[in-house]
């Protein structure tokens, strides 16, 4: 609905008031209709270098967070993590999301708490009980051989050919201008394609 009439002091005041804490919490945000219009009124222009210094000189300083809006971010991110966010799943969660909750929680496994390595290239959140609860104390950090070592104890892991043939032969390392047998030995003359 379209308003026709002029505003008072006060909804002026108000609206200018929104319009300046929509865009220092959210970012100024135009309608889809308003930023095509200023796509395609920008299209093909080209700017001087000097016309792009003076818009960069001018730009300056405009998206700096201070520090009391850093805290309205922060605490807006609080109040929307963990179960008070609207995808919070609880225990129903599948096996990435419990691993995104354990490094966001806990952060990265830095250490193995079985042979006590500080030196691994990876270490890895394994699970203990297997059930991926959201509970510290059913996850140990463990060095890739350590968990790999567990997991195939356990019957985590199944080798791919374990009991099978494979059906891959060895290969012959031939060097060049030798031959398995004189019949496959290059004669000119003698292999002609007919």
């Not at 699970?127 to 019957?155: F, P, Q, V």
Request: charged share 35%.
């Amino acid at each position: 609905m379209a308003f026709h009439g002029k505003h008072t002091e006060e909804a002026k005041r108000k609206i200018s008031e929104a319009r300046r804490l929509r865009k220092a919490t959210d970012g100024f945000l135009n309608s889809p209709e308003t930023r095509r219009k200023i796509s395609e009124a920008q299209k093909g222009k080209r700017r001087t270098p000097a016309h792009r210094k003076a818009i960069s000189e001018a730009n300056k300083g405009k998206h700096i967070i201070t520090p009391d809006h850093r805290k309205k971010l922060l605490a807006n991110a609080r109040y929307h993590s963990g179960s008070d966010h609207h995808s919070w799943r609880g225990d129903a969660v599948g096996y990435g999301g419990v691993h995104q909750w354990l490094y966001k929680t806990y952060g990265k496994a830095d250490r193995c708490d079985r042979c006590g390595t500080l030196e691994a290239k990876r270490y890895e959140w394994a699970n203990i009980s297997l059930e991926y609860k959201r509970d510290r104390t059913d996850w140990e950090m463990l060095c890739t051989s350590c968990h790999r070592k567990e997991g195939y104890a356990r019957g985590e892991y199944v080798t791919w050919n374990k009991g099978k043939k494979t059906g891959l032969v060895p290969r012959t390392a031939i060097k060049p201008g030798q031959h398995l047998s004189p019949a496959t030995e290059f004669k000119p003359g003698r292999n002609k394609v007919a």
